[in-house]
């Protein structure tokens, strides 16, 4: 079967991410597309795994995995897709085969291959890609086996390595400065900008207990849901000025081109409070003016600051980086072994039958004369002895082959 397995990547290695995300398919037609290309390239196994930054696809096939199937892959999963566009993806498409596809899963899950190195997330995509192939029908013997080999591996890389321990996302290390000046959770938070950014550093401090949020946008609607998801405040971002509440911590994030936050706004901002407050700055260039810093208590942590903590964990992270690759190759020669144990499972899956109607047979056709003849203690024993039988010969051959298979 490892011979049949093959994998087909679309990364930030060879393609920009917004042409990835035409590759990305809906929940709602996920079941249906998927399981016509199965048919109609006779897959016998599939799985379906999309990121923000990565689609790939793992298959078995019988059949050869060259360009012009991949042409025929696309034209069927992709039918709105014209020839130009199934082409430049065909030529950026990464192939792996075999074992080299079940070390790139490896590498996959255990996100030496991901983006930003050491990111966890990617074991949560890749579980949750299979649990999603799995519940359309899609997948098989070999995919199962696969991933949960893969989960313990990323788990072990994980806990054994330091590949993770240092964070490395914007959002991860603002975070981690807060939680370094022990801001209180009922802290005020002005949350400037409803973007990307934003939105996840907004949701990851909710995870962390943190409730009081007003958020501020130039475009409302996109302030209002932000909000509603923070159970905050709303505002429109020609408000800010006029905003009398106060604040603790302001997290801004926006696309201006000058200095959002002007002494005079910072200022009215303060209501006349004068502890230290926290701005965390995340835009480029920055929203927070520097002459705030000069007249006023601040712990300004910018996005410079921030890029300057991850390049330096980077670092950290990308000297762990062997010690992960020795754990991956003795998963992969691990790997090699549960496939050959497994391939003597399938094989040898019918002896047991085999077993029951050899012992069918014999008791009930070719000596059943001579049993009917026997008394009912004789034949308690000789049914004990049978089902005595009956089990070792199940099991022995498959210790006996186990055996010799690691022996060799």
């Known amino acids: 079967m490892l011979d049949t397995f093959h994998s087909i990547a679309f990364t930030h290695r060879n393609l920009p991410v917004d042409d990835i995300g035409q590759l990305h398919i809906s929940e709602e037609w996920q079941k249906e597309r998927l399981e016509k290309l199965r048919l109609n390239l006779d897959l016998k196994e599939l799985m379906f795994l999309s990121t923000c930054n990565r689609v790939e696809f793992l298959f078995c096939t019988l059949k050869s995995v060259d360009y ?13 897709m014209d020839r130009t566009d199934i082409a430049k993806f065909a030529h950026a498409s990464e192939m792996h085969a075999g074992l080299n596809a079940v070390e790139h899963v490896l590498r996959v899950a255990s996100s030496i291959d ?14 949750n890609g299979y649990q999603s192939s799995l519940a359309k029908g899609l997948t098989g013997d070999f995919i199962r ?5 893969t989960i313990e591996t990323a788990k072990k890389v994980y806990t054994q390595t330091d590949i993770a321990r240092k964070p490395v996302s914007v959002v991860s290390l603002a975070y981690h400065k807060l939680k370094e000046l022990n801001i209180s959770l009922d802290a005020r938070f002005l949350i400037i900008g409803a973007g990307v950014t934003n939105t996840n550093m907004s949701r990851f401090l909710k995870k962390h207990g943190f409730k009081n949020f007003a958020v501020f946008n130039r475009t409302f609607s996109k302030a209002e849901k932000l909000a509603s998801d923070l159970n905050g405040t709303p505002f429109s971002l020609k408000e800010l000025e006029n905003y009398r509440k106060g604040f603790d911590v302001i997290i801004t994030c926006t696309g201006t081109d000058n200095h959002l936050i002007s002494p005079e706004t910072y200022s009215k901002l303060l209501i006349e409070e004068t502890d230290k407050k926290v701005v965390i700055d995340i835009a480029i260039p920055q929203d927070l003016d520097p002459q705030i810093k000069e007249n006023h208590k601040v712990n300004h942590i910018s996005v410079n600051l921030l890029q300057k903590i991850s390049n330096e964990n980077l670092k950290v992270r990308g000297k762990e980086v062997e010690h992960v690759e020795g754990i991956l190759m003795e998963s992969l020669l691990d790997f090699k072994q549960i496939q050959r144990l497994r391939a003597i499972e399938i094989a040898m899956r019918d002896v047991p039958q085999k077993v029951k109607d050899i012992k069918s047979t014999a008791l009930n056709t070719v000596f059943k004369n001579d049993l009917d003849s026997l008394d009912s203690n004789s034949k308690e024993v000789l049914a004990k002895v049978i089902d005595y039988m009956e089990k070792k010969y199940m099991s022995m051959p498959m210790i006996m082959a186990k055996e010799i298979l690691l022996k060799h």
């Open 68 to 80: 012009q199937f991949i042409i025929s892959f696309f034209e069927s999963l992709y039918p709105e």
């Open 114 to 127: 991901s983006m930003i190195i050491g990111e966890r997330e990617i074991i949560t995509q890749v579980r």
């Open 145 to 149: 086996v696969l991933m949960r080999h």
